[in-house]
């Protein structure tokens, strides 16, 4: 019988220490202890770093990539017409580079 290719969902039981201090950093959960014992572990091993490294740019991908979302609630929430500007069609002044304008006739 051929296994599972994908590896099992850990629960946060079975999370090691070094992980669930990098998700709580992430959240902004860590007090200074726990910052102070991060930034030691991530001195002592490089993996550690590269660890680090990649989560953090998952981090930032997911938080960009759910900006949109996230607007379009807030402005369903608070009802501020200007917090879901994101959702806008761009004009052409609001791109980095517009179409050309067509010659003077």
Do not use: N, W
Not at 13 to 18: I, M, T
Not at 78 to 98: C, H, K, M, N, V
């Amino acid at each position: 019988m051929a296994q599972d290719a994908r590896p099992a969902l850990a629960s946060e039981a079975g999370v090691d220490a070094f992980t669930q201090l990098v998700v709580r950093y992430l959240d902004g959960d860590l007090d200074p202890a726990e910052i102070a014992e991060l930034k030691r572990l991530l001195a002592e091993a490089a993996d550690h770093r590269e660890s680090f490294v990649r989560a953090c740019r998952l981090h930032g991908a997911l938080h960009e990539a759910f900006a949109a979302r996230r607007a379009q609630r807030q402005a369903a929430q608070t009802g501020d017409p200007r917090a879901d500007t994101i959702f806008q069609e761009p004009s052409a002044e609001d791109t980095l580079y517009p179409p050309p304008k067509p010659p003077p006739a």
